[in-house]
């Protein structure tokens, strides 16, 4: 998360894909979005929001660029 925020041009690869991209934290609306959607594929991420106390779980983002 703070390299990322320190540094936002990563590589990242997954599933035999390898690609540089650059990453920013989703807020408002675009991470109430992507938080809900975390949660309907990994439903114990509901679990980690109540345990964090109400803590706002940060959710970055990763746009593919050249």
Not at 2 to 11: E, F, G, H, S
Not at 32 to 50: C, M
Request: hydrophobic letters at 35%.
């Amino acid at each position: 998360y703070y390299n990322v925020l320190a540094n936002p041009r990563v590589t990242i690869s997954a599933g035999g894909y390898t690609g540089t991209f650059v990453g920013h934290e989703a807020s408002g609306a675009e991470r109430d979005r992507l938080w809900n959607l975390a949660k309907s594929f990994i439903p114990s991420y509901a679990d980690y929001e109540r345990l964090a106390g109400g803590r706002t779980i940060p959710v970055l983002t990763f746009t593919e660029t050249d």
